[in-house]
């Protein structure tokens, strides 16, 4: 389930303030800011630089590879959602190809052909004659993943694929290798890519491990707020 982030906590009255306020000038504060750490997909760092944006001034963002960071920022929702999520934006998910395969638009089917290996050349789908190239992310990223489950109903991806490490490098290996086909979301889309197909459109994500507290609830509702 998709969550909203709780609203900021309504502000103290005068009186009260006043004691926080003398209380805070008689005993010195630690002012050390709260590390957030944040795992990104590639997919979706477009969003990196709205939270940064967004993180309060008790906090210091911080990046990180640990899939157990504070925060996890990426598209679709996976499989078997157990943790908080929070949508802080959307995005179309593509399939593109290099723009000299020779065809317009294709079908959910044909796609679904193409990346199993079934289809090995353009012509198969009324292209040129020139052999089919497919581009893939790991199995495990978010892209790929949901794109398995929406399209390939679970079949594997052709096993002559290349493997694209990160969103940049699909769209540079597309745009680049003459008969290549693979994935992208449209806020990635750029050069020498031509879009065949819009697979659906999904949800940029922030996940987290628990119901958020203090900076990091912060954090979820700036997000939310400028998407």
């Given at each position: 389930m998709i969550l909203r982030a709780p609203p900021p906590k309504p502000a103290l009255p005068l009186a009260v303030l006043a004691l926080v306020l003398q209380a805070a000038c008689a005993s010195p504060v630690d002012q050390t800011p709260v590390p957030l750490t944040v795992q990104v997909s590639s997919a979706a760092y477009p969003w990196v630089s709205s939270a940064y944006d967004c993180v309060p001034s008790s906090a210091a963002l911080i990046l990180s590879d640990d899939p157990e960071a504070d925060i996890v920022l990426r598209l679709a929702e996976p499989e078997g959602l157990t943790v908080p999520a929070y949508q802080i934006g959307t995005d179309d998910l593509l399939v593109?190809?290099?723009?000299?395969?020779?065809?317009?638009?294709?079908?959910?089917?044909?796609?679904?052909?193409?990346?199993?290996?079934?289809?090995?050349?353009?012509?198969?789908?009324?292209?040129?004659?020139?052999?089919?190239?497919?581009?893939?992310?790991?199995?495990?990223?978010?892209?790929?993943?949901?794109?398995?489950?929406?399209?390939?109903?679970?079949?594997?991806?052709?096993?002559?694929?290349?493997?694209?490490?990160?969103?940049?490098?699909?769209?540079?290996?597309?745009?680049?290798?003459?008969?290549?086909?693979?994935?992208?979301?449209?806020?990635?889309?750029?050069?020498?890519?031509?879009?065949?197909?819009?697979v659906s459109s999904v949800p940029a994500l922030a996940l987290v491990r628990e119901a958020p507290q203090g900076p990091l609830a912060e954090l979820l509702a700036c997000m939310q707020a400028r998407r």
């Open positions: 593109v190809t290099h723009p000299e395969v020779g065809v317009g638009a294709l079908t959910a089917a044909q796609v679904e052909a193409l990346f199993a290996g079934q289809f090995a050349n353009w012509r198969d789908v009324a292209g040129t004659d020139q052999d089919v190239q497919v581009w893939a992310f790991a199995p495990t990223v978010d892209i790929q993943a949901y794109f398995d489950r929406l399209i390939l109903h679970g079949r594997p991806v052709s096993s002559l694929a290349r493997l694209a490490v990160s969103a940049q490098h699909m769209s540079d290996s597309v745009g680049a290798v003459p008969g290549s086909i693979g994935l992208l979301p449209r806020l990635w889309k750029a050069g020498n890519t031509r879009e065949v197909l819009v």
